[in-house]
């Protein structure tokens, strides 16, 4: 069975950071294309980053240069590292392999 589990959502203050971790079992990650989605309250969802098997990664440019995605090929796992957030970072975040989906952690970034 295919599962993706997030974690490390929270409340952090603008300007703050905080690292998301999807664990994934059922599959190899180093042979498959992972991507962050966020859903902010009322809006739809958002690609946020996203990296390949080959390990290329890609942000889009609401994120460029505050957040990172990376992989633990090990671990089976992938990060999404968030720096100088903002509060219009708010939202459910959800880690996606096609056709998979985690069940999201909440991120509010607010003073």
């Known amino acids: 069975e295919v599962q993706l589990v997030e974690s490390g959502g929270g409340l952090v203050q603008p300007g703050g950071s905080l690292r998301l971790s999807c664990a994934a079992s059922g599959f190899t990650i180093g042979s498959s294309s992972l991507s962050w989605v966020r859903q902010a309250p009322g809006k739809g969802p958002e690609w946020v980053s996203g990296i390949i098997s080959g390990g290329s990664t890609y942000n889009a440019d609401s994120v460029k240069g505050r957040f990172t995605i990376s992989r633990d090929n090990a671990k089976n796992t992938v990060y999404l590292q968030m720096n100088s957030l903002k509060p219009e970072d708010t939202a459910v975040y959800y880690c996606?392999?096609?056709?998979?989906w985690g069940q999201g952690t909440q991120v509010t970034v607010s003073s």
């Open positions: 996606n392999s096609d056709p998979w």
